[in-house]
């Protein structure tokens, strides 16, 4: 099933709900959400601890299943997938960065590159190739061999973002990706988001933070499961991002 | 190709991360693959090439044949398809004194020359003179003989001039089974446990006397004279041996069966044993250790499930981010069950193959043939057949562990995986309802208990087998004991028998490899527990438990897991030995009762230091990891 042709979101939602537990123990995690993602655009969503945006990212890579509504992803219905076709939807359409990292501490930065590629059925040789351009990319060429217990947060943070971007990704999405980055790594973070967004990556980012917020084309605002604001930057991330972000020297 | 090095490389990088846990997967599987190896090891070949140098050595004969007299004997010798002969020998029962040991053998008369057939191979001393006997190798043994010693038969003193092995009889304690025909009148003569027309020779016991069994008859030589000399008036010669070499040495079981069967009703008709029924007999030593060998392989194996169980489940709860990030990346439900599997897969196989080899290895210490022959069996060959059956068993093993825990993780839930989220545990009302009237430990334990029951399942399942092994060692031990003390009111002798002995060996060496996996089993399963227990327990003590109280708990939740184990364990392990050893008796319930505390009391003892580990843990540091 299409919804969108070109030109149309990348992102649409549609009446997206999220529902835990039952009878007087419900909670509504997301509720009865529309959204719309342009391609190439960076939406921000922001809110409290608990107001469902983390949740709301989940459903929106396919790594959790809504309760009811519809989601596509570049016109292709996902919320019906099977368990193996959002498996292939995340590998192929999706990129995640995690507040945690989320890295293999066995493997190597270039390792945890390849992770995507070698899923997708790529040559070794091509995984090993894409990995070293990545890693070139976010500026990590230096650190290829090294385990993650040797990289620093904002290090791991940018090989997470390396392998995001690993299977050339319709859309990357963050979940607090500067949540445990110090200021130096958060701006080093913001610069690279910018260069992805000036690329054309379409890019959704869960943020508390409104430093982070104030560089996307758009922000939301979530309370309780449901959006409660919706604000549209002018200008976007281009410029002196740290200046926007209010890190500037 | 790009999924299949994924898989190895992660699998590869996990082994080298956790090399201890890996380690001790191997060690488990390779125990239960080692023993199979060594069971499979026992049959067909093994012993047959010592028998045979033996047989080689000593100019063994084809026939051995009894008769009541001499001319009957000679007869025989001269049959159609008799090559060559040497006999008849007198053969006369005597009792044998050393050391304060006794016991009954059949003396046969030699001369001084050596035989045409069947020439006793000396291993020490010289051959007979007068004064002088040669005692079969494995029967001085038993008594502790060596060449130069004196020995007592029938109230004369002897020297022993030297020690032999012979082809032409089975050994020390099996004499009575070589003999393959014998007539009902002269097997019921000889003994009441085996009435039948096979595996009894005719000769009297001294007084008359008959076998309980069938065993514990040795075997001298001396000379003619001497032999005779032990005759007297209660215990006449009766008995002539013969040894004849055939035409056709393949043919000897239809020839002994043709000469025995026109006599058959007859009440002093002969006895007759053929080199293969001879050569069967020197293999029940090594027979006997497969019946061993068979249970036990088992036994380990279930243990070796057991404790792959434990250590999977661990593992996986530790994984549960690298699961929910393999499936966040893209990893379909198939890639990450095969990732895992594939990891223990390998360590199975790998396990498979230290098995292989060490049981190849150790194969030779039990196919070793025994003091009755010489030569040894060598390295047994390891049959293609025997190989898949041992890796099979290694793959069972790791799929039997691994399969469930592992679809289950790739069915779970991402986001929680990614969290690391536990599952939640189960909530038993009764159970809470019931620990909240118990002592503080009791309460804490009991409720660790009902909240992983699959866990206090696998610990249930554990000490389940462990336990059965025990008691069926122990009601081995209590068979064995029996049985010598059957033969020691017999004989008055207090003699070791050889094939017993062996498979207390074997046994002991089961139980320490059982009793040890057991041990590892207990403490990770334990660790596994204060792991997921430390929420708990640190709750507990923030709200005013003592470390002492969380460590009794933890210790009372094992040994409440163990103590299903160890009521089911019992019954299994007398079942397992009814069904290794017909008719067996069964040990003492002290000893049972013994076994089943001390295995809840080794399980308690086990839990304490990882118990008391877990219930130190900073109690600030535990509440906000969890919360975080």
Redesign the interface.
């Known amino acids: 099933m299409t919804e969108s042709g070109p030109g149309g979101p990348i992102v649409r939602a549609r009446g997206l709900r999220k529902v835990y537990g039952k009878g007087e123990g419900l909670a509504r995690a997301v509720d009865d959400v529309d959204l719309e993602v342009a391609p190439g655009e960076a939406l921000a969503i922001m809110g409290p601890s608990g107001c469902g945006k983390s949740t709301l990212l ?1 459903l929106l ?1 396919g ?2 299943r809504a309760s009811a509504g519809e989601l596509w992803l570049a016109g292709r219905r996902v919320d019906r997938l099977s ?2 076709g959002l ?6 359409d999706v990129g ?1 960065v ?1 507040q945690a990292f ?1 890295l ?4 190597t930065a270039q ?1 945890n590159v390849e ?10 040789r ?2 090993r190739r894409r990995a070293r351009q990545l890693l070139d990319q976010v500026g990590l060429s230096e650190r290829a061999v090294h385990l993650p217990s040797a990289l620093s947060g904002g290090q791991r943070q940018r090989v997470a973002i390396a ?1 995001a971007l690993a ?1 050339e990704p319709r859309i990357v999405l963050a979940d607090e990706p500067t949540g445990n980055l110090d200021s130096a790594a958060t701006l080093e973070l913001l610069r690279l988001f910018d260069g992805l967004h000036a690329a054309g990556l379409t890019l959704v980012v869960v943020t508390h933070d409104e430093r982070i917020a104030a560089t996307a084309d758009r922000t939301i605002s979530m309370r309780d499961g449901a959006f409660v604001d919706e604000t549209r930057l002018v200008g976007g991330t281009s410029g002196n991002l740290g200046d926007l972000a209010g890190m500037g020297g | ?3 299949v ?2 898989v190895v ?2 699998a590869v ?2 082994v ?2 956790h090399a201890a846990q890996a380690t001790l997967l191997v060690v488990a599987i390779a125990a239960a693959t080692a023993t199979l190896t060594m069971g499979l090891a026992l049959t067909g070949e093994t012993s047959r090439s010592p028998y045979l140098t033996t047989r080689a050595a000593t100019k063994g004969p084809d026939v051995v044949a009894y008769f009541t007299s001499a001319a009957q004997a000679n007869k025989l010798a001269h049959a159609r398809g008799v090559a060559n002969h040497s006999g008849p020998f007198p053969v006369v029962s005597a009792t044998i004194h050393f050391d304060g040991r006794q016991a009954d053998v059949f003396a046969e008369g030699r001369a001084a020359a050596p035989a045409a057939v069947d020439r006793p191979l000396l291993t020490a001393g010289s051959w007979v003179r007068p004064g002088g006997v040669v005692v079969e190798r494995t029967f001085a043994d038993a008594l502790g003989l060596s060449a130069g010693d004196r020995v007592s038969l029938n109230g004369k003193s002897f020297a022993v001039a030297g020690i032999a092995v012979t082809a032409a009889q089975a050994p020390y304690p099996n004499l009575c089974n070589g003999t393959l025909l014998a007539t009902t009148a002269t097997a019921s003569k000889f003994s009441n446990a085996c009435p039948s027309f096979f595996k009894i020779p005719f000769l009297s016991l001294p007084g008359g006397r008959k076998l309980a069994s069938s065993d514990e008859v040795g075997q001298i030589w001396m000379t003619t004279a001497d032999a005779v000399g032990l005759t007297s008036r209660a215990n006449p010669l009766t008995t002539y041996a013969v040894n004849l070499k055939l035409t056709k040495p393949d043919d000897a079981p239809a020839f002994a069966y043709d000469r025995f069967l026109p006599v058959a009703s007859q009440p002093a008709g002969p006895a007759i044993s053929n080199w293969e029924g001879l050569e069967s007999q020197d293999a029940r030593l090594v027979q006997d250790g497969q019946g061993v060998l068979a249970p036990a392989a088992l036994i380990l194996s279930l243990l070796a499930i057991a404790s792959v169980a434990v250590l999977v489940g661990r593992r996986l709860a530790q994984y549960a ?2 699961v ?12 990450v069950a095969a990732t895992f599997l594939a990891e223990n897969l390998v360590l199975a196989l790998f396990a498979a193959v230290v098995g292989l080899v060490a049981g190849w290895l150790a194969a030779p210490l039990i196919t070793n043939p025994g003091a009755a022959l010489i030569g040894s069996a060598g390295a047994p060959p390891i049959s293609p057949g025997s190989a898949a059956e041992v890796i099979g068993l290694a793959i069972v093993v790791a799929l039997a562990a691994t399969l469930v825990p592992a679809i289950r993780a790739s ?1 779970g ?3 929680a995986a ?1 969290n690391d989220v536990a599952r939640p545990p189960k909530r038993r009302g009764a159970l809470i309802l019931i620990s909240s009237k118990l002592p503080t430990p009791a309460l804490f334990g009991l409720r660790l208990v009902a909240r992983r029951p699959r866990r206090s399942l696998l610990s249930a399942a554990n000490v389940a087998v462990t336990t059965t092994g025990i008691v069926a060692v122990l009601a081995f031990h209590a068979y064995a004991d029996n049985t010598l003390s059957g033969a020691i009111a017999l004989t008055g002798g207090g003699l070791s028998n050889p094939v017993v002995n062996r498979d207390e060996q074997m046994l002991t060496i089961i139980t320490i490899m059982l009793v040890a996996l057991a041990a590892l089993n207990t403490l990770f399963t334990t660790w596994a527990t204060v792991l997921d227990a430390r929420h708990a327990a640190a709750l507990m003590r923030a709200l005013g438990a003592r470390s002492r109280q969380v460590s009794s708990g933890l210790i009372v939740a094992q040994v409440l897991g163990a103590l299903p184990g160890v009521i089911i364990g019992i019954p299994l392990g007398i079942g397992l030995f009814k069904a290794a050893v017909h008719g067996g008796t069964l040990p003492p319930v002290s000893w049972l009762a013994a076994a089943a505390l001390g295995t809840l009391l080794a399980m308690a003892a086990l839990t304490i230091v990882p118990a008391r580990l877990g219930a130190r843990q900073p109690i600030a540091e535990v509440l906000s990891t969890e919360a975080a």
Do not use: W, Y
């Open positions: 989940h890579g790594l959790d368990e193996r498996a292939q939807f995340r590998r192929h995640f995690f989320h293999m501490d066995e493997l390792e992770l995507p590629a070698l899923l997708a059925g790529r040559s070794p091509h995984a392998r299977n | 190709m790009g999924t090095l994924l490389r992660l990088r996990d080298r991360r981010r690298r929910g990030l393999l499936k966040a990346i893209g990893g379909t439900p198939s890639v069915r839930s991402t986001v990614l």
